[in-house]
């Protein structure tokens, strides 16, 4: 996929950080020494520049973008750049960071997903003082991830058991219409599944070609 991400703070630099192996990736800061987050191993490309403005976008190739994730910590400024993207560019996938839990319905009008750090945040740690055996160790580390199938029709009919990949991959949820089940290694799938799963990042790859994931 070809991907923009505005915004170099933190969550904009880890997240490119996280795409590039995979992915053609541009990220787009007004600041010239935030670009350097990324650090010196980051093999895409970075510009300076103020991404409200058309030209800057245009700069960075939006016009044949996958998706555009807008993390600045401006929800307003995220909120425009987010609806030119979408209304504008026709950019298909588009993620914006808000801050304001009261504005995350803007964005959703405007076909933009948000994404708000203060619930996620908010949750993990009330779970962390509520819940005696919980742990977020899969949401702090950099070794794991969880990784979501949305295109489940290849896999009708096969079983938790099959899908697993021991030591690299597990499957933790399927989602079934609206409801979360917690499957047992012999549950089969059915189309229209929303499989989530653990995966070990150094195994990312592996499991992706495996699992036919593009």
Known sequence: ????????GKIGSY??????????????????????KVGDNFNGFSIVGDALDMDVLK??????ADAVAVTTSNDNTNIVIAQISKKVFNVPKVVARVSDIGKAEVYRNLGVDPVNSTSIFATLLREKIIERNFTTYMFES?????????????????????LNMPGEF????????????????????????????????SSLKKVKKVLKIS
């Open 15 to 36: 997240l490119a950080n996280l795409l590039q192996d995979d992915h053609n990736v541009v990220v787009i800061d007004r600041e010239a020494a935030n670009l350097s």
């Open 170 to 201: 597990q499957v933790v949820t399927v989602v079934r219409g609206q409801e979360p089940v917690i499957p047992e290694e012999k549950t089969a799938f059915e189309k229209g599944d929303i499989i989530v799963g653990v995966v070990k990042l």
């Open 59 to 64: 700069e960075a190739g939006i016009e044949k």
């Open 1 to 8: 996929m070809y991907i923009i991400i505005v915004g170099c």
């Open 142 to 162: 950099n070794k794991v991830s969880l990784l979501e199938i949305k295109d489940t029709g290849g896999y009708s009919g096969k079983t938790v058991k099959e």
